[in-house]
């Protein structure tokens, strides 16, 4: 039976609005309008003997927006997106060219400014040295460093032991001394210049190319000098 005069179906009219100039495109999602229209036919066309709670109608509101919300939020986020790749671009055009320290045991030494490296000395030591490999994995050079203890920078002018000029290329070095009486490696970083960088896409950063050294992402970077 109708209630108030309106038919079996209280949501017929929805299907019948038409716009006076043109027909409205469906996206197939459920709109603010069309949510209080359909919430507005409930009410009137509700059984007096069973009206609705006013929780639920509440709860209605809510879930509705809460799925708005969601929406919006997801709408934020991909601007938010967009606006972080655009930052990234940004910074990435400004390394290049610049010098930057990664954690690494290899670096390029060049004639004009040799090799440059850091060395996290973990425990004080009076012994650090520091050897050099080429290619081949021979020894070219030992720096004796003597005393020292956390952060230790180090500079190879690109000689070997015997006073020749090594050629320019990708070089190894390997830091050791000792501590309680035992021959302890230690952890090492090279100086590399940014020849370019690629910007990642979604929860890709960005990724630094070192000259001689190759890719490294720009997380692990620990210093732009």
Same mark, same amino acid.
């Given at each position: 039976?109708?209630?108030?005069?309106v038919g079996d179906n209280p949501y017929a009219f929805l299907n019948g609005q038409t716009s006076g100039s043109s027909e409205s495109k469906d996206t197939g999602q459920l709109a603010l309008e069309?949510?209080?229209?359909?919430?507005?036919?409930?009410?009137?066309?509700?059984?007096? #003997?069973? /009206?609705?709670?006013?929780?639920?109608?509440?709860g209605q509101i809510a879930s509705f927006g809460t799925v708005s919300g969601i929406a919006d939020l997801q709408d934020s986020f991909s601007s938010f997106a967009k606006a972080m790749?655009?930052?990234q671009a940004l910074q990435g055009s400004s390394l290049v060219g610049r010098?930057? #320290?990664? /954690?690494?045991?290899i670096g390029y030494m060049t004639p004009d400014s040799g090799l440059t490296g850091q060395i996290n000395v973990a425990e004080p030591v009076t012994d650090l040295k520091v050897k050099v490999y080429n290619e081949a994995g021979v020894v070219v050079k030992t720096i004796e460093m003597g005393g020292a203890s956390g952060y230790t920078n180090f500079t190879?002018?690109?000689f070997g032991d015997?006073?020749?000029?090594?050629p320019e290329g990708i070089y190894q070095f390997k830091a050791t001394g000792t501590v309680n009486g035992e021959n302890t490696a230690f952890a090492t970083a090279t100086?590399?210049?940014v020849s370019s960088v690629l910007v990642?896409?979604?929860?890709?950063g960005l990724t630094v190319n070192l000259a001689g050294i190759g890719s490294v992402p720009f997380s692990e970077v620990q210093e732009i000098i």
């Open positions: 039976m109708a209630v108030n005069g069309d949510f209080m229209s359909l919430m507005t036919t409930q009410l009137k066309n509700q059984d007096p #003997l069973k /009206p609705m709670e006013s929780g639920d109608f509440l790749q655009s930052d010098s930057v #320290l990664v /954690p690494s045991s190879w002018d690109g015997d006073g020749k000029a090594m100086i590399a210049k990642g896409s979604g929860s890709q």
